[in-house]
């Protein structure tokens, strides 16, 4: 079985890869690499909870520069 | 902007950089802006507590000089922004100094005020941060790639949406989504070190 993506692994990781999510954990049970990718897909998820959380300030932010011609 | 560092700016400042200083404006106006509220000044002493304190800060004042060893940037901001606001409220008439009058104008005085005060001030720091990181980043991938991001994270868009609109795999906006988060995992680091 090839190594797993992000995609695959975000799924696991959120629980919501359904009966596909059993193949892909018994990979990830064998492949270091899948798991050191699962990891820092764990640390990304809570990078991107704050992301969401401060959406309304990003999203401003980012009017500012579009109008700003930054 | 290319991504530099508080003590880069600060250094620059020193210099006399004029970029620097626009930099700095637009960076710290809006926390300053948040704290001198929370201290209840109102919006014309406001802005005289940004200029000042923006001053400040390009002055490399003798006063309030930041050394990196004695602590963060961002207890030395609040500190200037808290002193040159009750410089502020100390010349107000004295009508005007009661804390009746403080917390109608919106002052956060008591003990659980001081706690959401530093919640606040925390808060604005995150966001702060976070956004500084995500400028650092965005020259850094492709258009696409920040594209996918700023679609599926800051606009909330639907992955498959995102994919149709940007004609690419579900799989690569994920991609996308996480090769972005994780620079800015490395820049949010280097930024609270530095900061």
């Known amino acids: ?70 | 902007m290319s991504f530099t560092t508080r003590a880069t700016l600060l250094e620059r400042l020193g210099q006399g950089d004029e970029v620097a200083w626009a930099d700095l404006c637009r960076l710290y106006t809006p926390l300053i802006r948040l704290r001198a509220g929370d201290r209840g000044l109102r919006d014309a002493e406001k802005d005289d507590v940004i200029q000042e304190v923006l001053l400040t800060l390009f002055r490399g004042n003798k006063t309030f000089r930041y050394d990196r060893c004695k602590g963060r940037f961002r207890d030395y901001l609040k500190k200037i922004v808290d002193c040159r606001a009750f410089d502020i409220l100390r010349k107000r008439r004295p009508d005007e100094k009661n804390w009746d009058t403080l917390e109608r104008e919106g002052a956060l005085l008591s003990s659980t005020d001081h706690a959401r005060m530093e919640a606040a001030w925390d808060q604005a720091w995150q966001e702060h941060i976070l956004g500084e990181a995500l400028r650092g980043v965005r020259p850094e991938v492709s258009e696409t790639t920040y594209q996918a991001f700023e679609m599926v994270m800051i606009d909330a868009a639907d992955p498959q949406l995102v994919a149709d609109t940007l004609g690419i795999s579900v799989a690569s906006v994920y991609m996308a989504k996480h090769r972005v988060l994780s620079r800015v995992r490395s820049l949010v680091r280097s930024l609270e070190n530095d900061l």
């Open chain 1, 1 to 70: 079985m090839k190594c797993l993506n992000e995609y695959q692994l975000e799924l696991l990781e959120t629980d919501k890869a359904g009966v596909r999510g059993y193949l892909w954990r018994r990979h990830l049970d064998v492949c270091r690499d899948c798991r050191d990718k699962a990891a820092e897909i764990r640390e990304n998820l809570t990078l991107a909870a704050a992301v969401k959380n401060a959406r309304h300030h990003l999203g401003a932010g980012r009017e500012r520069a579009t109008t700003s011609g930054d």
